[in-house]
């Protein structure tokens, strides 16, 4: 089992940043791949970015591309979400996911474990 608990989310003017984190616990976080997935009001889960177990390759959606980085601290069980220009479209619950198997997955069922979700919105 493994416990994500996503925070940083928060209301932001278009242009702005923000950081979210996710404090991973229970099976050991550097075993997992992990991603960012995120939903907007009346819409599916959309994936935003995943990373490697050790870090070193990581894969975007087309929409972040170029603005959001992903990374992850293993000594400190955390993943991250570096979100730079944001606009008004990226507003939506962002959630951290865990993949036990060993291959960079971009759909929401190939992650095992999720977080609770923490919300951005962006005004215009």
């Known amino acids: 089992q493994v416990q994500l ?3 940083g989310g928060g ?12 404090a991973a616990s229970g099976r050991t976080f550097s075993s997992n791949i992990m ?3 995120r939903q907007a009001p009346g819409k599916q889960r959309e994936f935003v970015a995943t990373i490697t177990r050790s870090g070193v390759s ?9 603005r959001f980085t992903i990374s992850r601290d293993n ?3 955390t993943l991250y979400l570096q979100m730079n220009g944001l606009k008004p ?3 939506a619950v962002y ?6 198997m060993n291959f960079i997955s ?3 069922s190939g992650y095992d474990y999720w977080g609770q979700g923490t919300q951005v919105t962006v005004s215009s």
Not at 58 to 66: A, E, I, M, N, R
Not at 95 to 100: D, E, G, P, T, V
């Open 11 to 22: 209301l932001v003017q278009a242009g702005g940043s923000l950081r979210l984190s996710c």
């Open 58 to 66: 990581t894969l975007y959606g087309d929409s972040v591309k170029g």
């Open 35 to 37: 991603g960012w997935f």
């Open 75 to 77: 000594a400190k069980n």
């Open 5 to 7: 608990v996503e925070s």
């Open 95 to 100: 959630f951290c996911a865990a993949r036990k």
């Open 106 to 108: 971009t759909v929401v």
């Open 89 to 91: 479209e990226d507003t």
